[in-house]
């Protein structure tokens, strides 16, 4: 930043402020401060007052830190004209029951506005289970939907064009059975794999540092993730191999600017794997897409979402020679902090929800889910999912928010928060870096760690009332007003065990075994996983089966739980 801002010299700025915090102190003798603690939510010190000079404090540079939307570092958004050209895509999370029944709901928000498609499973199938494993009993469909074989696939995606719709798909540990699969069902409704197009979550390194949903130790792992950039890198033009994921390390408790360094540092991973795989680095960096939580802080969200396009542009042209622009973009779907709501008052979710999914444009997301506000109780129900659309649409068509590029980009508040968060995050990879590696902090629980602290201390602070809650520890009511809830009935569970056990009887249990055994094969001679997966899954064997063939190669993990 230049000596001087709109022709007044910084000098002159401090030594005006100066002159107004003596005034400020002779107001606060006649009103003093309200007993609050004036610190972001990850404990970031707020200033009363920001100014030029606090840009010029950190060598703050407008072309090199700022620059214009849609051009590198991207600090101000990934798409020159943003939401004017292409609006963000509205997802609402979807998936209970049976597959028909997640299909029901998908037609159903297809038809209110939504426009992709995004899917959660059951418990089990996120373990790697059949609804007939004895693991499953009492979980099948219960926080998603159960999908264990081909068929199931179908009915999940049944009348709906593969060809015309974005799927993201939230699946981590056996995602590659479940990429095989929406492959397979692509291909029998005539989809050419060039117009395949969606997501896959498929980040296993944030399951080992936060959500704790695996099947083998991290190294095999990442071996399977290898050979899925591999295939889709050549196969699947249109598909994000992986969604590196924020959201669920911040949901574990972390702060935002652990969500951030912790996330890009499994980016990091991630694109070292491809490069161990023998990938051009721009052949599969500009498939890679992100997924970050937004919490309750309004600007620091805002702030990380801008810090976190701008640190990525940096390391992938920096560090590792990246020359393809779309390389240096960091895309991100966004979801509104699910840890945030309260079963006390949940009608305050709703408020909630909305400065959330505010702040989630303003940082310039490309792709937005909105909680419902029965999420801490239970899956939504269709009115509460419905409502969660709403918000998005409401906050499109009536506030006027998605006119402007970055609105908030040069508000010296904004900047200043910004750059402090790029310099924390930056700190944490360089110590991941000395560590040797994120496997190899997750291997000695670094990450873990550092999560488990920061949890800790904001518990003790929403115990003590220093940090507020409405509903928790503030404006508290002893009478709780019920809302409708979603229910998922018992049946579900029976007639899953019978359509899987009916896949399996009815299939050529010959052809199911040889295809098993080829799977077996590539898990011990090194050669790409997905193929033989896709030829077994047509084969109906099941994800429960490819999971334990994986569990008997590659070894079962055991969360080592650090202290």
């Known amino acids: 930043m230049s000596a001087s801002s709109n022709g007044n010299d910084l000098t002159e700025i401090q030594k005006e402020r100066k002159a107004w915090e003596t005034r400020l102190g002779e107001q606060e003798k006649k009103s003093p401060l309200r007993d609050a603690s004036f610190t972001t939510l990850s404990d970031m010190e707020v200033p009363l007052l920001s100014t030029p000079a606090d840009l010029e404090s950190v060598e703050f540079d407008y072309l090199k830190d700022l620059g214009f939307p849609g051009e590198y570092p991207y600090t101000r958004g990934v798409q020159r004209n943003m939401y004017r050209g292409k609006l963000w895509t509205m997802r609402q999370f979807a998936g209970f029951g049976s597959a028909q029944d997640t299909n029901r709901r998908f037609k159903l928000l297809l038809a209110n506005g939504q426009t992709g498609l995004s899917t959660a499973f059951d418990m089990p199938t996120l373990m790697g289970y059949d609804p007939d494993h004895a693991l499953a009993e009492g979980e099948v469909g219960r926080e998603g939907t159960s999908v264990s074989h081909l068929g199931d696939m179908e009915a999940l ?15 981590n540990a056996p995602a590659i059975v479940m990429l095989a699969l929406y492959v397979a069902v692509a291909e029998r409704q005539g989809v050419p794999y060039s117009k395949i ?23 095999p792992s990442m071996r399977i993730i290898r050979d899925m950039l591999g295939f889709c890198t050549e196969k699947l033009p249109k598909w994000n191999t992986i969604s590196i994921s924020g959201y669920h390390i911040r949901e574990a408790g972390a702060s935002a600017v652990q969500e951030l360094a912790f996330t890009l540092a499994d980016g990091v991973g991630y694109v070292q794997a491809g490069l161990e795989a023998g990938l051009d680095v721009d052949a599969f960096a500009p498939r890679l897409s992100f997924f970050f939580d937004v919490h309750n802080d309004f600007f620091e969200e805002i702030a990380k979402l801008r810090a976190a396009r701008r640190l ?23 979801q509104t902090a699910g840890v945030s709501l309260t079963a006390q008052q949940p009608m305050n979710n709703v408020v909630r929800t909305t400065w959330q999914a505010l702040a989630a444009i303003l940082g310039g997301t490309q792709s937005l889910h909105t909680n419902s506000l029965d999420e801490t109780y239970a899956l939504p129900t269709e009115s509460a999912a419905k409502l969660a659309l709403r918000t998005q649409q409401l906050l499109l068509d009536e506030s006027g928010i998605g006119n402007v590029v970055d609105p908030l980009g040069g508000s010296y508040y904004v900047e200043r928060l910004t750059d402090q968060m790029e310099a924390e995050a930056l700190a944490y990879i360089h110590k991941i870096d000395d560590l040797g590696g994120i496997v190899r902090a997750i291997e000695i629980g670094y990450p873990q760690r550092e999560i488990a602290e920061t949890a800790f201390r904001f518990q003790q602070r929403v115990e003590s009332g220093e940090r507020k809650i409405v509903g928790i ?10 809302i409708p809830l979603l229910k998922i009935d018992p049946e579900v569970e029976r007639s899953q065990i019978r359509r899987c056990q009916a896949a399996k009887a009815s299939r050529s249990g010959a052809q199911a ?3 098993l055994d080829a799977v077996r094969k590539s898990c011990r001679d090194g050669s790409n996983l997905v193929p033989p997966i896709l ?5 109906y064997v099941t994800l429960g089966e490819i999971s334990q063939l994986f569990r008997e190669e590659f070894g079962v993990y055991r969360d080592p739980a650090f202290l």
């Open 513 to 515: 075994a040889r295809a």
């Open 197 to 219: 197009a969606g997501t896959l979550q498929n980040d296993i390194l944030k399951e080992f540092i936060a959500q704790k949903e695996w099947i083998s130790p991290p190294r």
């Open 157 to 171: 995606f049944g009348d709906i064009p593969l060809g015309e719709v974005t799927t993201s798909m939230t699946i």
């Open 535 to 539: 030829e077994a899954v047509k084969a």
């Open 312 to 334: 990525w542009a940096r390391l992938m042209k920096e560090r590792f020679g990246a020359k393809n622009p779309r390389s240096w973009m960091l895309r991100t779907h966004c």
């Open 473 to 482: 520890n503030s404006q508290v009511e002893t009478e709780q007003t019920p």
